[in-house]
Structures are given as structure tokens and as C-alpha cells.
């Protein structure tokens, strides 16, 4: 059974801070790999996705993916009150965009002000 | 308006009664699924459909059933609720073979409490 692992923290950084969540996987041939914000209450929205080894950059996001490794991390910078949420790291099969995913338990993250 | 629609969005009900949870979606996606979330546990998922004549079973089935109606509606019946089907229930959609790698896309949740 795929396992996706997640500290659950809560993790607590200063507003303005690198906030930085980790996710590691047990499939080794899993191709594909999503970070969801969620907050509250409210469902899952996709923050980035990445398919490929290294970093993936978007705005104040970037994913890093280590794939001999089974691991995948979300960094946040400039980290603002707003970011302050649960982070999902999911991760899909062998067949690219054709799997269902497996999600972890997901890291409470609070950014101080 | 919302990609991904789930009705109704809180619902307070009995042991023993029979409940439909409905999804719909204008993303004109094929794959649907439908998960639940506890504290702690994570997103669950109970039953997945990759087309209208495809349904499979997730990890936790038992207690459940689905019907995917049409390409955009795929609902959840609990044919005899019980307190600990207590939990947020999320819809969610996806488009294999995209260069979007399989992302799911999530409805805004249905809070269901059995009491």
C-alpha cells in the first residue's frame, strides 16, 4: 500500500520567515507530486505541482523534488499571516496523470506575526 | 461559478437514515472521487469513478455506495448512516493524460453529522 508521510507539526515560523514542509513517499516509481493548501474548513487547492528531479519555482513557492530520494518539499517564503494553513503533499502513480493520488495527513503551519 | 459543486453543504442527521450526497462538476473531467476527512486522518477516499461505466472501490467503501449518473454528476448514498460517518466529505475531478499530471480538483465540501 502507498504510504505518503507527513510531519503534522503544528510548524510555527515568523511572518517574513522560510516556512519549509517535507513529504516522503513510498512508491518509488510515483511520477507525480502536488502541494494543496487548505484551510480550515474549506477543501483542498492546488499550490504546485511537480513531475520532474530539482526545484520548481512559482511566486513566493518553490517544490523540490528528490525522486532517489522519495522525497518532495515545499518551500515558503516571505511567509505571511495568510499562509498560515494545513499543507497536503499528494502523490500519483507510475502511469503520468493517470493514477488516482495518495495524500498525506498534511503539516499545520502558522506564521506568526 | 464553481467548477465543482457539492449539495447539500451541512446536513444534520439521524442513525439509521438514508443519506445522498451529490457531486457536479462543469470541468467536463471523466474521473471523479469522492473522499472524507477526520481530524488527523487525512483525506480518505471512499469510491473513484475514471469513466460513467467505471467505479471502483477506495480504501474505505464499506457502508457506502455511488452512482455516477452522467459524466458531470457522480453522487454518494449512505444507505444507513451511523455517528462515526460524521465528517467532512469532499468531491473531487481529474483529467489523466494532460500536462496537468493527474490534479484533482475539489468541491467546497458537504459537513455531515449523524447523530
Known amino acids: 500500500q502507498k504510504e505518503v508521510e507527513q510531519n503534522s507539526g503544528p510548524l510555527s515560523v515568523p511572518e517574513g520567515a522560510i516556512a519549509s514542509l517535507n513529504c516522503t513517499y513510498s512508491?518509488?516509481?510515483?511520477?507525480?507530486f502536488f502541494w494543496y493548501r487548505q484551510y480550515s474548513g474549506k477543501s483542498p487547492e492546488l499550490i504546485m505541482s511537480?513531475?520532474?528531479?530539482g526545484d520548481k519555482e512559482d511566486g513566493r513557492f518553490t517544490a523540490q523534488l528528490n525522486k532517489a530520494s522519495q522525497y518532495v518539499s515545499l518551500l515558503i517564503r516571505d511567509s505571511q499571516p495568510s499562509d498560515s494553513a494545513t499543507y497536503l503533499c499528494a502523490v500519483g502513480g507510475p502511469r503520468f496523470g493517470n493514477e488516482k493520488l495518495t495524500f498525506g495527513t498534511g503539516t499545520r503551519l502558522t506564521i506568526i506575526p | 461559478d464553481a467548477d465543482v459543486t457539492q449539495t447539500p453543504r451541512n446536513r444534520i442527521t439521524k442513525t439509521g437514515k438514508r443519506i445522498m450526497l451529490e457531486c457536479s462538476q462543469t470541468k467536463g473531467h471523466d474521473r471523479m472521487y469522492w473522499y472524507r476527512q477526520d481530524p488527523g486522518l487525512g483525506l480518505r477516499l471512499i469510491y473513484y469513478s475514471f469513466d460513467v461505466k467505471d467505479i471502483n472501490k477506495g480504501e474505505i467503501s464499506d457502508g457506502y455506495s455511488v452512482s455516477r449518473q452522467a459524466q458531470a454528476k457522480f453522487s454518494l448514498s449512505l444507505e444507513s448512516a451511523i455517528p462515526n460517518q460524521t465528517a467532512l466529505y469532499f468531491c473531487?475531478?481529474?483529467?489523466?493524460?494532460?500536462?496537468?499530471?493527474?490534479?484533482?480538483?475539489f468541491g467546497p465540501g458537504t459537513r455531515l453529522t449523524v447523530l
Open positions: 473531487a475531478t481529474s483529467d489523466p493524460n494532460t500536462k496537468t499530471g493527474g490534479t484533482q480538483y
Open positions: 511537480i513531475y520532474s528531479n
Open positions: 512508491d518509488r516509481v510515483s511520477q507525480s
